[in-house]
């Protein structure tokens, strides 16, 4: 079956930096964009960065966009995140997504907090 398996999520001081990673299995995994979508405490959830099938584009929300960078490695099933200058505000559960046509796929989350 299909998993998604994120990591890289933690403590970590303001200004400071975090990768996160995603690795997929029981895909075809150069078929499907990626994203990273995020939820904090009592808030929705929130699209935070996009990449297509081959890694060519790449969107991000607004708040994200300087700070955050989505790639991926299609020989290595895997997507990151990588997180600069996060700010307090950037607390949440980090999720991955699969997507492909109607097929959609989600991680199970990975906790980043951000606290001096």
């Known amino acids: 079956q299909v998993q998604l398996v994120e990591s890289g999520g933690g403590l970590v001081q303001p200004g400071g930096s975090l990768r996160l990673s995603c690795v997929a299995s029981?895909?075809?995994?150069?078929?499907?964009?990626m994203r990273w979508y995020r939820q904090a405490p009592g808030k929705e959830r929130e699209l935070v960065a996009h990449?297509?099938?081959?890694?060519?584009?790449?969107n991000y929300a607004d708040s994200m966009k300087g700070r955050f960078t989505i790639s991926r490695d299609n020989a290595k099933n895997t997507v990151y995140l990588q997180m600069n200058s996060l700010k307090p505000e950037d607390k949440a559960v980090y999720y991955c997504?699969?997507?492909?046509?109607?097929?959609?796929?989600w991680g199970q989350g990975t906790q980043v907090t951000v606290s001096s």
């Open positions: 997504n699969a997507g492909l046509l109607a097929y959609k796929y």
């Open positions: 029981g895909l075809t995994f150069s078929n499907y964009y």
């Open positions: 990449i297509s099938k081959d890694g060519s584009n790449t």
